[in-house]
């Protein structure tokens, strides 16, 4: 199976960055895609960012223009790069692979544990 490693969560000040990295593993032939969520307390888990394999990406609203989603194809690894962040980027964020198990074709998608990020004065 897949297994996957989220990290890089901490605290930090408004404005400052922070970069987070999904780590996938296992039975991994190729990555479709990488989705970043995001979950808040007491709000509903959101979609951040993705990347697909043909590197295409896509953001949330409230993000676009300050978060990076980049992955890296040869050591199986996706990051989130966050700028200027403010204290409603606080939430754990989990990693979500979408991979390719074998040359045929058949995939699944993998979660990570999450990572906790808080942002504050």
């Known amino acids: 199976q897949v297994q996957v490693v989220e990290s890089g969560g901490g605290l930090v000040q408004p404005g400052e960055s922070l970069t987070l990295s999904c780590a996938a593993s296992?039975?991994?032939?190729?990555?479709?895609?990488t989705t970043w969520y995001r979950q808040a307390p007491g709000k509903q888990r959101e979609m951040v960012a993705l990347?697909?394999?043909?590197?295409?990406?896509t953001y949330a609203e409230p993000v676009k223009g300050r978060f990076t989603v980049s992955r890296n194809f040869a050591k199986n690894t996706a990051s989130l790069q966050m700028n200027e962040l403010t204290p409603d980027d606080s939430a754990v964020y989990f990693c979500?692979?979408?991979?390719?198990?074998?040359?045929?074709?058949?995939?699944?998608?993998?979660w990570g544990q999450g990572t906790q990020v808080t942002v504050s004065s």
């Open positions: 979500n692979v979408d991979v390719a198990i074998s040359p045929r074709g058949t995939h699944l998608e993998a």
């Open positions: 296992g039975q991994i032939f190729s990555i479709y895609k």
């Open positions: 990347i697909t394999d043909a590197d295409a990406t």
